[in-house]
């Protein structure tokens, strides 16, 4: 995609500007593309000389080379959409976190093809994003991130002063351990401003709902996955959250959505109660619909007895959304925490990795 943007713009660039037809850009948003040094702001420069804005020009320069590239567009599918997942619940200490990276670590790394009595093709890694959305910043911190200063551009600024901000999110984005992941696993780290972030949606002109959806849309082009650490509460950032997982036009059902973690005790059967209520809210308040990825039963003992038992196989009775996986309550989470390190390098062959694996392979 950059390689074409990059091409499309020293075409237009090398153009007489009566060439370029003028487009109709009304109603487009703000584009990001990363491209080589200086030719940005050469493009900016002709834009300013030929008397147009830079989404024309911009326009102009796209246009003109999907015209010139017919036969290869017609031959190439790309997916309309990047895969979002929002891993939330708002109970603490249910462990979205830890599910938020092992499945991105899963998904950053790929599976094998399996071989035996259950053949499962092979699945290759993606280009993930995690998303630290949590004010409490677990996520930035267990992978040993600082966390984005106040008052510093972040998530939180993009949400709610779109006109204040002059940088872009990506250039916050972190790799994570780039050479054990091959390039694919980021972070986008958490702010300390997000502790007011309910608050101050509440002054966001235009659709408060979409917010989350606005500020991420420049990042999509980037990943084939973005997977989010919801905070653990009901309010507005939450709705955002909710509404930024929906299925959108033409996306296949399952693609994108909502994974619960929950326990296996009571009162995590209250709290799920009420995060199912909000999400039927949404979805009918905005005319969306948000599917439900699944259940993960996380840090499971049965040594607890019959109430953690019986609550199991309560969750599993539910059906829909179905539980896709029974995740211990072993050491080796809260030893890669410790030495903030990812699960999937710490320790591969332990009984939690393999339980995000089979997540992974779950989620499809």
């Known amino acids: 995609m950059q390689d074409a943007v990059t091409e499309a713009i020293e075409q237009w660039r090398a153009r007489p500007p009566g060439n370029n037809p003028t487009l109709d850009t009304t109603g487009a948003e703000s584009w990001n593309t990363v491209l080589p040094a200086g030719l940005y702001d050469d493009f900016k420069a002709d834009c300013s000389s030929r008397d147009i804005s830079c989404v024309q020009g911009f326009a102009q320069a796209v246009r003109a080379w999907v015209d010139s590239h017919a036969a290869l567009c017609s031959e190439v599918t790309i997916p309309r959409y990047t895969r979002r997942i929002i891993v939330c619940n708002q109970k603490g200490g249910v462990g979205k976190t830890t599910v938020v990276a092992g499945i991105g670590q899963a998904i950053a790394l790929g599976l094998p093809a399996t071989t035996g009595g259950s053949k499962l093709p092979a699945l290759p890694g993606r280009r993930t994003l995690l998303i630290d959305y949590d004010p409490q910043g677990h996520l930035t911190s267990q992978l040993g991130v600082k966390q984005i200063a106040p008052g510093d551009e972040s998530l939180v600024s993009h949400m709610v002063e779109r006109d204040r901000t002059v940088g872009t999110l990506l250039d916050h984005v972190v790799p994570i351990a780039p050479g054990y992941f091959d390039g694919r696993l980021f972070l986008l780290p958490s702010s300390f401003d997000a502790f007011l972030l309910d608050s101050r949606l509440g002054s966001v002109r235009g659709p408060r709902e979409a917010s989350l959806q606005r500020a991420l849309g420049s990042l999509e082009e980037h990943f084939d996955t973005i997977v989010i650490d919801a905070p653990p509460n009901l309010g507005l950032a939450m709705d955002a959250g909710l509404y930024y997982a929906h299925r959108r036009k033409n996306e296949a059902a399952g693609a994108s959505g909502v994974l619960i973690p929950v326990e296996a005790e009571d009162s995590s059967a209250d709290a799920y109660a009420m995060l199912d209520s909000q999400i039927r809210t949404v979805s009918l308040d905005y005319e969306v619909e948000i599917d439900r990825l699944g259940l993960v039963v996380n840090k499971f003992d049965k040594r607890k007895g019959y109430v953690t038992t019986h609550s199991l196989d309560n969750w599993q ?45 779950r989620l499809g």
């Open 317 to 361: 009775a539910l059906g829909t959304p179905p539980v896709v996986a029974v995740v211990p309550d072993l050491k080796e989470q809260r030893e890669a925490v410790h030495l903030k390190q990812p699960l999937l390098m710490y320790a591969p062959t332990s009984i939690q990795a393999q339980r995000m694996r089979e997540i992974r392979r």
